[in-house]
Structure formats: structure tokens, C-alpha cells
């Protein structure tokens, strides 16, 4: 996260990139597959990250925010590779985005939807969880995962997703009213009481 | 609060007026809930061996 480059020599490298980076590699390749859904494209993913972490391992300050540093990559790769792999490579305007965010009909999310109970949610299984998680649009489902599964405080995402951190709070929110709204109707659908 | 990211004092006004309002705290409840089992229905897959040599291997670590 620091902007001032450090120049590290080839033994502190091997140092830092075992010591600090390896102790996330799980949680990144779990972040690579709930992004990529993809067993193969996640192991990609990892090991692409790993690579770039390790040639721009000079602009990370040893000893401060590792799994950040290595998630925003990760992020980062994902979102390069996803317009590749598109074929509506331009730039993303990210304020359009915001707003098709902000605009009442996504997801339906405004739309009716029927209750939900807590202790209904509990009874729910793991596959229904992760079904519901899945189907959501990959920027909602990045906040979820980012801040419920891996624990991250809202100034860690701001600087992962490079998003202020009024708009991580705003697009969390929406992502739980979405989330909220799938495992609703799903609940209702298998007949949950 | 539930994302442990309140101030005191705003956790204290959240805690006293759920203590009294139902529907608030249905709704609390509800939203740890679902917080809870994201977090622990979400498979956790551990990298294997394979993986981490060869991604250390290609470093030349």
C-alpha cells in the first residue's frame, strides 16, 4: 500500500514472500475461486498474483497490511483478465457504474420480497448459501466475501477495490439488501417457515 | 455494529434501542443471521503443495 519504493535484496524478497505472503495464500486462492468460479482459472489467478506480487514486492513495506496489499492485486488481475477475456475491453466508467448501482431496479431489490426470518436462515444449507452468493453481480458478491468472509474493515476495502469508503458502505449495503432478497425468495420457493 | 465497526457510543444506542423496539431487532438479528452463515458455510479450500512449490519453484525460491 505504500507508494515510496523499497529496495529490497534478493534474500529479504524470499524473506518477505515466505513470511508474509504465503501465510495468505489460502485466503487468496479461496478469493481467486469465488471470483472466477472456476477451479483452474483460480489457480491461475493465484499464481499470477503471486508472480506480480513478487516483481513489484518493493512497493510493499515489510511488515504492514500484507493480505490487502496481495488481495487489491489479486483484484486488480481478476478485473484485467475479466476485460480480456470480454469483448468490451474499454475502460470502465466507474461512476456509471455507481449508478446503475444507485438506480432502483437492480436485482429488484426494490421490488417485494417475501420475509425472512433469522432462524430461517440458519436452517439453511451451506450449497444454498454459496448458490445465493454466487448469482450475485461480481461487485456485490466482492464486498461480501471481502468484508463477512475474510474480515476486512471498510478503509482495507476502500484501498482493495480503490473505492472511497463511503462508497464501500453504500455498495455493502445494497449488496446485503440483494443477498437479503435471493435467500428470501429461495426461502419461500423450498418453503421455509 | 455488526461490522464491528461502530463507535462506542454508537453501539451503545444501537444496543439500548433494539432492547426495546422489536422491530429493530428483528431486523438485527436477522442481518447477524446471515453474516454468521455466509462466514461459516463458505467452503474454505486449502492450496495444495503442488501449488505453493510450483509457485515458489517459478520464483526461484
Avoid at chain 1, 448501482?101 to 431489490?109: A, V
Avoid at chain 1, 476495502?157 to 432478497?181: C, E, F, Y
Amino acid at each position: 500500500m505504500n507508494k515510496a519504493s523499497i529496495g529490497y535484496n534478493d534474500k529479504e524478497k524470499g524473506k518477505i514472500f515466505n513470511n508474509e505472503f504465503m501465510l495468505h495464500i489460502n485466503a487468496m486462492y479461496n478469493f481467486a475461486y469465488k471470483l472466477t468460479l472456476d477451479e483452474d482459472e483460480a489457480k491461475d489467478l493465484l499464481q499470477d498474483t503471486c508472480m506480480k506480487a513478487f516483481r513489484f514486492i518493493n512497493s510493499y513495506e515489510r511488515g504492514t497490511n500484507a493480505k490487502a496489499w496481495l488481495f487489491r492485486i489479486l483484484k486488480n488481475n481478476f478485473i484485467n483478465d475479466y476485460r480480456k477475456k470480454s469483448k468490451n475491453p474499454e475502460k470502465v466508467d466507474y461512476q456509471e457504474v455507481e449508478n446503475y448501482y444507485n438506480s432502483k431496479d437492480i436485482e429488484g431489490q426494490n421490488q417485494e420480497t417475501p420475509d425472512l426470518r433469522a432462524e430461517t436462515v440458519k436452517e439453511m444449507l451451506g450449497d444454498e448459501i454459496t448458490n445465493a452468493l454466487n448469482s450475485m453481480d461480481i461487485d456485490f458478491r466482492t464486498v461480501i466475501i471481502l468484508s463477512d468472509i475474510e474480515g476486512f474493515k471498510y478503509n482495507e476495502m476502500s484501498k482493495i477495490l480503490d473505492i472511497p469508503i463511503g462508497t464501500v458502505r453504500s455498495r455493502q449495503h445494497r449488496a446485503r439488501t440483494v443477498l437479503k432478497g435471493k435467500l428470501a425468495i429461495y426461502a419461500a420457493s423450498m418453503g421455509y417457515k | 455494529m455488526l461490522d464491528e465497526q461502530a463507535t462506542e457510543e454508537d453501539s451503545i444506542f444501537v444496543t439500548k434501542h433494539i432492547e426495546v423496539c422489536y422491530r429493530c431487532y428483528d431486523n438485527y438479528d436477522l442481518e447477524k443471521a446471515i453474516r454468521e452463515v455466509v462466514k461459516s458455510n463458505t467452503n474454505k479450500i486449502k492450496v495444495s503443495d503442488q501449488i505453493r512449490r510450483k509457485i515458489t519453484s517459478k520464483l526461484g525460491l
